[in-house]
């Protein structure tokens, strides 16, 4: 069996993976709704606005008052 000679670092695996995000519309990843504020976040992903994620807050967001 062929063996790989060199490892792919973790910085060339990104920049392809990146790439491959770029190429066409299909591959871009979905934008779904944060089911907490309503505002637009990426899957599997801490909203940004209000820091909920999957139903419990996990950053507290400081507020417009304080």
Same mark, same amino acid.
């Given at each position: 069996? $062929?063996? #790989?000679?060199?490892?792919?670092?973790? /910085?060339? !695996? %990104?920049? #392809?993976?990146? %790439?491959?995000?770029?190429?066409?519309? $299909?591959? +871009?990843?979905?934008? #779904? $709704? =944060? @089911? %907490? =504020?309503? +505002?637009? @976040?990426?899957?599997?992903?801490? =909203?940004? !606005? =209000?820091?909920?994620?999957?139903?419990?807050?996990?950053? /507290? @967001? @400081?507020? %417009?008052?304080?």
């Amino acid at each position: 069996m $062929a063996l #790989q000679k060199r490892r792919r670092g973790p /910085a060339r !695996t %990104a920049q #392809q993976r990146s %790439a491959w995000m770029r190429k066409s519309g $299909a591959n +871009a990843p979905m934008v #779904q $709704a =944060c @089911k %907490a =504020c309503g +505002a637009p @976040k990426l899957p599997h992903r801490i =909203c940004m !606005t =209000c820091g909920v994620y999957r139903g419990e807050v996990v950053v /507290a @967001k @400081k507020s %417009a008052e304080d």
